[in-house]
């Protein structure tokens, strides 16, 4: 059974005073995703990652589309008490303090009383705020705000935990914390959808990534799939300290550093690189596969988004 | 269910207290206690009426600007903090939270309007230095008073659903300067013929009729309330309550939280 099945849910609001206009947030989405795998879900800002996000919640209503969370149908409350959900920025009651808080949270959450106060010290303890449980949150910086914000999200044990942008405002250390606590949850069998734009989080933690544009999903699949579809690229080294005019003619990239000429190249342009390198009578020391990266992917889907709308329009 | 609304008005009320909303008290309590000094000294006979007039409206006034300002904030100050998201992404249903709210307001009222009639009691003491039978009337001024406030609490919910604090505070205090005046009203619209009056009656019964809780004069001449008032107000409070936390749930379960 899939943790979350996105059924064409969609989103258009109006805008506008006077003359309401209508802005299209989310174009019909589908997607799912699996149980027990981390999913990652990137886009620029403004892409639709946080209005997704909040139609699962509950907190906006679709304009068209339905939603299945954990085999339920999304809008049901009971669905509400396996999932844990971060938001964007998060801001709480700053006249609580980080215990008090998420003790009313598992209030909300309906967590059992006697279970309430042992899982208040874990989670505490799991985000690293022990030491300042009492302390009132107007006095946390965003750093630890966003660490309450994660204890919150834990604390009632869900089945599926939603974040939206969990690494926005910390600093190397607690991205790495934020990371490896991902990892622990999958571990313990929960499903985990992150909303980022910070690729390199995605492609250190992510079974499978969508990637949304625009309102519109514009690919989906595991990292290695979704790279390897760009066309690859080879570094070709030689010994020398010019680049013959024949090698720019293949539209290689070069850099000379010292006496070494480094080129970058379609991977089907290959054999031709070497064929000219015999013919000038270069010294070939090395040919390196060049990995295609998710930024690569994602800025060539982004570039290729842009095209299609500049062509239709 | 009904666990959820309680935590959610015990937080609340917490957040009051914790705002220094109750700070409040200390302002009625210089007033009053600066109020029954002075009328002890300048008024003979009548420093009595005094004390209670002067104590039960300022209960009412405190009460219903306190009623007001925290009012107009709790659901709209929710959505623009965004503190609402992580409340309601849990089993919560969103008219649980406009109950809630409701229910942690209006007990923060209870508690504040408890402590004030305190120092009414006390200043009427200090001027008269004995309690008479007639004095138990204060209560039933104190219960239309907390019935006022909980017409209010609705109201300033039922606009904290929809629009923004400022705008919430101009209707709501509008609402309650036009439901003071209500019997007036209703008088005007007596005299008016035509569209007017058809058009004044309407106006006269939709707001609410704020100048049927005031007993205050009557209670301080200690002349009695009679039983029948008592139930029409509970019953008129408890309505009127009732249906503007409907609008206030109606249309916030509609609403996206952008």
């Known amino acids: ?313 | 269910m009904r666990t959820r609304i309680a935590y959610i008005a015990s937080n609340t009320f917490r957040e009051a207290v914790r705002d220094r909303v109750l700070y409040n008290l200390i302002a009625f309590a210089l007033l009053l206690s600066g109020a029954a000094i002075l009328v002890g000294q300048i008024s003979i006979e009548i420093e009595k009426l005094v004390v209670i007039n002067l104590g039960l409206t300022a209960v009412s006034l405190f009460g219903v600007v306190i009623a007001i300002f925290i009012g107009i904030g709790l659901v709209s100050k929710e959505i623009e903090k965004r503190t609402l998201y992580t409340v309601l992404s849990r089993p919560v249903r969103r008219w649980e939270f406009i109950v809630g709210k409701f229910f942690g307001l209006a007990g923060t009222l209870v508690v504040n309007t408890f402590f004030m009639a305190i120092g009414v009691f006390a200043a009427l003491f200090y001027v008269s230095h004995k309690f008479v039978r007639a004095d138990a009337l204060i209560l039933v001024a104190l219960y239309f008073i907390i019935l006022e406030f909980l017409i209010i609490c609705s109201l300033t919910l039922l606009f904290s659903s929809f629009s923004s604090p400022l705008l919430s505070a101009v209707f709501a205090f509008s609402l309650f300067v036009i439901g003071s005046f209500a019997e007036d009203l209703r008088n005007f619209a007596g005299m008016a013929t035509g569209i007017t009056h058809w058009l004044v009656t309407g106006v006269a019964y939709l707001v609410p009729n704020f100048s049927a809780f005031n007993v205050i004069t009557s209670v301080a001449h200690e002349q009695p309330v009679a039983g029948q008032l008592i139930l029409q107000n509970t019953l008129y409070a408890l309505f009127y309550a009732t249906m503007a936390l409907s609008g206030a749930v109606l249309i916030f379960d509609r609403r996206d939280l952008k």
């Open chain 1, 1 to 313: 059974m899939p943790a979350i099945e996105i059924l064409g849910l969609e989103k258009t609001y109006s805008v506008g005073f006077w003359r309401k206009r209508q802005k299209r947030a989310l174009l019909p989405l589908q997607l799912t995703v699996e149980d027990g795998e981390i999913f990652g879900f990137l886009g620029p800002n403004g892409a639709g990652k946080t209005t997704t996000l909040k139609l699962l919640m509950g907190l906006v209503f679709p304009t068209a589309g339905s939603a299945r969370i954990l085999g339920h149908e999304w809008t049901e409350p009971s669905v509400k008490a396996q999932i844990g959900f971060l938001p964007e920025q998060p801001y709480f009651y700053d006249y609580l303090t980080a215990h008090e808080l998420l003790e009313y949270y598992g209030q909300l959450s309906g967590v059992p009383a006697r279970q309430r106060k042992q899982r208040v010290e874990q989670v505490l303890e799991k985000v690293g705020l022990r030491d300042v449980q009492g302390v009132q949150l107007r006095k946390f910086s965003k750093g630890m705000l966003q660490r309450v914000g994660i204890g919150q999200a834990i604390l009632h044990d869900p089945k599926l935990v939603f974040f939206d942008e969990p690494m926005s405002g910390l600093d190397p250390m607690g991205r790495r914390e934020v990371r490896d606590l991902m990892e622990q949850l999958k571990h313990e069998g929960k499903t985990v959808f992150f909303s980022t734009h910070i690729l390199s989080d995605a492609e250190a933690l992510c079974d499978r990534v969508a990637i949304i544009h625009k309102g519109e999903l514009r690919g989906v699949g595991a990292i290695e799939d979704l790279t390897s579809s760009v066309q690859g690229k080879v570094e070709v080294v030689w010994q020398g300290t010019q680049v013959p005019a024949s090698v720019k003619a293949l539209g290689a990239e070069c850099h000379v550093t010292g006496d070494r000429v480094r080129a970058i190249i379609a991977e089907n342009q290959q054999d031709a690189m070497i064929d000219v390198l015999r013919r000038e009578r270069q010294r070939l020391t090395a040919i390196t596969p060049v990995r295609t990266s998710l930024e690569a992917y994602f800025v060539e889907k982004l570039k290729r988004a842009e095209t299609t709308a500049g062509t239709t329009a």
